[in-house]
């Protein structure tokens, strides 16, 4: 029997792309859901087809950048199923360009949804992990928190931080937390149509177009995380095609 079954996972972001396979892989393995994201329709959609196939999902809608949205997400999880097991804090974005584009009001909504989406997650989910004696936090990075290329300086940090607060609360988490971060590299989802500057936009997309893999490659990795003896933390994985420079 998989660690997953039976495991209730909260899950940000998760109307598409990663989350949504993530969703779709977690509830095949028997994993109660609770999946959240800003579109709504989106969700109902997700959780009709997994209910379909037998499993449970509830979903809310939810704005990673309010505080009382992951306070609500977390809630949902103890009125449904009883508990929390999971927060894969997967919701971000990359409105990438140059710096001298001074998009500075896109620099901000990606501190707010990339930082404190992570953060708001955190403080929403670790008081319910205390008193349960159990929890694992598991958090969307990306390979740009390993290195820095031009038009991606702020995401980048973004990403760097996500790095950082996960590692101290991994140091933090005692022996009864596990926290884990998993960074991919391209991955096939619209993640190129977020960015306003348009050669940029061109470039990210002929890169995924060229090289990247399918989102199910990083939901593997969450479910491998995940699917781990209480005893065991699996704290830092990097998913990225093989053609990645």
């Not at 933390?233 to 093989?242: A, F, G, L, S």
Request: proline fraction near 4%.
């Amino acid at each position: 029997m998989s660690e997953i079954n039976g495991k209730v996972v909260a899950i940000t972001g998760a109307s598409s792309g990663i989350g949504e396979a993530t969703a779709l892989l977690l509830a095949e393995r028997g994993a109660r859901l609770v999946l959240g994201a800003r579109r709504s329709e989106r969700l109902a959609e997700l959780v009709a087809r997994i209910e379909k196939a037998g499993g449970a999902a509830v979903q809310i809608r939810t704005d990673v950048t309010r505080r009382d949205n992951l306070q609500a997400l977390v809630a949902l999880a103890g009125e449904r199923f009883g508990r929390l097991d999971v927060l894969v804090s997967n919701a971000g974005v990359g409105t990438i360009s140059p710096l001298d584009d001074l998009r500075v009001d896109e620099w901000d909504h990606m501190v707010d949804v990339n930082v404190k989406g992570v953060l708001h997650g955190i403080g929403a989910a670790l008081p319910v992990f205390r008193a349960q004696g159990t929890g694992h936090f598991i958090t969307t990075a990306s390979t740009a928190a390993f290195r820095i290329v031009p038009t991606m300086a702020v995401y980048a940090g973004t990403k760097f931080a996500v790095r950082a607060i996960c590692e101290g609360l991994r140091q933090e988490a005692g022996d009864s937390l596990r926290v884990t971060t998993v960074s991919p590299g391209p991955i096939a989802t619209d993640f190129a149509e977020a960015s306003t500057n348009s050669q940029v936009r061109a470039e990210i997309t002929k890169m995924r177009d060229r090289i990247a893999i399918p989102p199910d490659a990083i939901a593997r990795a969450i479910a491998f995380a995940i699917e781990q003896p209480a005893t065991v933390d699996v704290n830092e994985i990097v998913v990225r095609p093989t053609a990645q420079s």
